[in-house]
């Protein structure tokens, strides 16, 4: 069965950093595009960053380039999400998801196989 289990939030000020972590399990963990998503109550959810696991190509939202980075370590299947200089915009539910190589644009939802259940991001002004 597959699983990913997302950790890591937690509420902080507004400048503070905070690093969240996608655990994958149940499926062969290597060649996929693993990115975070969130949502904001009363908004979309949207693509905030992915990683191709096997070659470590990046891709992130421009609302959040030279704050976040995104990040792997395939000997514990475990996506980060490294957030710093934290806004109160960036209050959101973080959900990781992932998918196969093939696709189109990693912001595309619907192609997202597998997600998890989110963990909560809030950022105090």
């Known amino acids: 069965q597959v699983q990913l289990v997302e950790s890591g939030g937690g509420s902080v000020p507004a400048g503070g950093s905070l690093r969240l972590s996608c655990a994958a399990s149940?499926?062969?963990?290597?060649?996929?595009?693993m990115a975070w998503f969130r949502q904001a109550p009363g908004k979309q959810r949207e693509g905030v960053a992915a990683?191709?696991?096997?070659?470590?190509?990046?891709y992130y939202a421009d609302s959040v380039k030279g704050r976040f980075t995104i990040s792997q370590d395939n000997a514990k299947n475990t996506v980060y999400l490294q957030m710093n200089s934290l806004k109160p915009e960036d209050t959101a539910m973080y959900y990781c998801?992932?998918?196969?190589?093939?696709?189109?644009?990693?912001?595309?939802?619907?192609?997202?196989?597998?997600w998890g259940q989110g963990t909560q991001v809030t950022v105090s002004s």
């Open positions: 149940g499926y062969t963990y290597s060649s996929h595009l």
């Open positions: 998801a992932a998918r196969g190589l093939e696709g189109g644009s990693w912001r595309l939802q619907y192609e997202y196989d597998y």
């Open positions: 990683i191709y696991t096997g070659g470590g190509r990046t």
